[in-house]
């Protein structure tokens, strides 16, 4: 059974920094991409960042450019999103999601074509 187990969340002051991690269990992860999306109280689930099956591309939304980063360790069957200055705009339940994918250099930020989700870890940003 595919299973995915996001931690690492929490709660942190404005311009912290927090690592959340994404564990696969039940299947490799060698053939999928994984993104990060969140959602807000009262707001739509958005794309966050993606990682092509290779790690040799990412995507990233405008609001978290230059602030996150997400990487992969296929050896560990696990992915990261790395926080950095983080806002209070930034709070929300964080998934991680997986795409089978045969295209090993490409990964959209689109939750339409991620198959299986992982039940979502809190991020507060706030004093």
């Known amino acids: 059974q595919l299973q995915l187990v996001e931690s690492g969340g929490g709660l942190v002051q404005p311009g912290g920094s927090l690592r959340l991690s994404c564990a696969a269990s039940?299947?490799?992860?060698?053939?999928?991409?994984i993104g990060w999306f969140r959602q807000a109280p009262g707001k739509e689930r958005e794309g966050v960042s993606c990682?092509?099956?290779?790690?040799?591309?990412?995507n990233y939304a405008d609001s978290v450019e230059g602030r996150f980063t997400i990487s992969r360790d296929n050896a560990k069957n696990t992915v990261y999103l790395q926080m950095n200055s983080l806002k209070p705009e930034d709070t929300a339940v964080y998934y991680c999601?997986?795409?089978?994918?045969?295209?090993?250099?490409?990964?959209?930020?689109?939750?339409?074509?991620?198959?299986?989700w992982g039940q979502g870890t809190q991020v507060t940003v706030s004093s």
């Open positions: 999601a997986a795409a089978f994918t045969t295209v090993q250099d490409m990964c959209i930020m689109d939750p339409s074509l991620f198959g299986s």
């Open positions: 039940g299947f490799t992860l060698d053939y999928y991409a």
């Open positions: 990682i092509s099956s290779s790690g040799g591309s990412t």
